[in-house]
């Protein structure tokens, strides 16, 4: 369930042309917002499986309906006023395991398709992306509970969830996994790297 406050620019400026319209037509369905957690983890899992069968192109448009999805269940918890602490932490795990699965079925599919890579570069960045997809989630839910309060500023925005499958998408598509994975990696970990030194000056 994403928060208006600390949700990144894609989610604000494209992804919620899509998810607005679609909670306004749930909210006259018996659906709740868990439920459209579930189904955008789901979702996910659509475009781990595809990953893993060759679709690539169609895989990155999967991977990006799930973030939009992503945040009709914010969307429909405050239309419906079911907004609940369970909600917002059922929706983080599964959005991990999401993450997970969207990044696992890219380094597969890399391994697979892109032989111009040697196997360990690509795992690698896998494992690059993955971690640092994980630290960006873990350092903003730790600077809220350590100092009241999210990073501020444009760069955590820059490799906010939204953000990366945007990424990902785009890097399906064009058929650049290991790139995308790279740049996943180098942006997120570098990112968690400003969030310590801003956090040793106290969130200044």
Avoid: C
């Avoid at 899992?45 to 069968?53: C, D, R, V």
């Avoid at 917002?88 to 959005?95: C, N, Q, T």
């Amino acid at each position: 369930m994403n928060n208006p406050t600390t949700e990144g620019l894609v989610s604000a400026h494209l992804n919620r042309r899509f998810s607005r319209p679609l909670a306004k037509l749930l909210a006259r369905t018996p659906i709740t917002p868990n439920q459209i957690s579930f189904l955008s983890f789901i979702v996910a899992i659509g475009s781990f499986l595809l990953f893993l069968t060759g679709h690539n192109v169609w895989a990155g448009i999967v991977a990006q309906t799930s973030s939009v999805l992503d945040g009709v269940d914010g969307d429909l918890a405050h239309i419906k006023n079911m907004k609940s602490s369970f909600g917002g932490f059922f929706d983080a795990i599964l959005d991990r395991y999401s993450d997970f699965a969207i990044l696992g079925g890219l380094t597969f599919w890399a391994l697979q398709f892109e032989p111009r890579f040697e196997n360990v570069v690509v795992i690698t960045a896998g494992l690059a992306a993955t971690v640092g997809s994980f630290m960006i989630s873990y350092s903003r839910a730790r600077a809220e509970v350590s100092f009241g309060k999210p990073f501020p500023g444009l760069m955590g925005s820059l490799a906010s969830r939204d953000a990366r499958l945007l990424i990902v998408m785009i890097g399906s598509i064009v058929g650049h996994g290991t790139v995308t994975l790279v740049f996943l990696g180098a942006i997120t970990n570098l990112v968690v790297v400003w969030r310590v030194f801003g956090a040793r000056k106290g969130l200044e």
